[in-house]
């Protein structure tokens, strides 16, 4: 009986039952999440690999894989085309701080040109010839005219002021950015031959009483010649709707003023439609 009961018990252990199967949720998921890995197995007909293998491939092997399977390389010109260079026409009335923004500004900015105005007027205690001005006659001014040297030229006070074209041309092909200083007729005249293909900027002081201050500061003008620019100035504040910006130059905040005028250039830059200015 004994042995009986022994046989039997030994077969039964010999003779395991079929495992049931079961689908793990956690190893179920995780063979999804292998399933759907970025990682292909394989990149090119050259580079193969099996689910044994767990090779890092390089940064510079990905990409060349990458456009093996594209079947074109990857184009490595700039997105976007270099901005063009921009003409930024800055105006005001006289005595607003037209010059020591100016001078800041090409501190600031090495791709910047000032193109230098040519003018028959004399010149000012400080000034220097070809760096503030051009001076010359009236006669040679007249000469300039007639050559259709100039971009733009007026009767101001008596004196003629004009620009040159030769070095908006000379400094635009060197991919520098222009800046022209003139008084609010040249910005009107500008604004005629230019169209919208350049920046104009209007300067102004914090108020009125501010601008006959620095003018008064100045020294450089008679009581009737500053009752005169005060006139002027007062007309000359009337035309900022014609302009496409307005900085306000505050005494004491230069740095402010410039700041934003660079600001104004770095959006020119990033219009997706560029200003394009031909002389």
Do not use: W
Request: glycine share 4%; hydrophobic share 40%; proline share 4%.
């Amino acid at each position: 009986m004994f042995r009986r009961f022994c046989n039997s018990f030994s077969l039964s252990i010999s003779k395991p039952k079929p495992a049931l199967i079961f689908q793990n949720p956690i190893k179920k998921q995780l063979k999804l999440q292998q399933t759907l890995s970025l990682t292909p197995r394989f990149f090119s007909s050259s580079i193969e690999m099996d689910s044994t293998q767990n090779t890092q491939l390089t940064k510079v092997e990905l990409l060349r894989s990458l456009e093996s399977s594209l079947g074109h390389c990857f184009n490595t010109n700039p997105v976007c085309p270099s901005p063009t260079p921009l003409i930024i026409v800055i105006s005001g009335p006289s005595g607003v701080g037209k010059d020591a923004v100016i001078k800041r500004l090409r501190e600031s900015r090495e791709s910047l040109h000032f193109v230098v105005t040519a003018t028959s007027r004399p010149m000012r205690p400080g000034e220097v010839d070809g760096k503030d001005y051009y001076f010359v006659s009236k006669e040679q001014f007249l000469k300039m005219i007639e050559r259709d040297e100039l971009l733009e030229y007026a009767l101001v006070y008596g004196d003629y002021k004009g620009i040159p074209k030769k070095q908006i041309r000379e400094y635009m092909g060197k991919g520098c950015d222009i800046v022209l200083r003139v008084d609010i007729q040249g910005a009107e005249t500008l604004r005629r031959i230019l169209g919208n293909s350049a920046v104009f900027v209007f300067l102004v002081a914090e108020s009125e009483l501010a601008l006959v201050e620095r003018l008064v500061e100045r020294r450089t003008e008679s009581r009737d010649e500053l009752l005169v620019r005060i006139a002027t100035a007062r007309e000359e504040v009337k035309h900022v709707r014609n302009f496409d910006y307005v900085v306000v130059n505050a005494e004491g905040k230069l740095e402010n003023a410039v700041k934003l005028v660079e600001s104004i250039i770095d959006a020119e830059k990033a219009k997706v439609r560029q200003r394009s200015a031909v002389i």
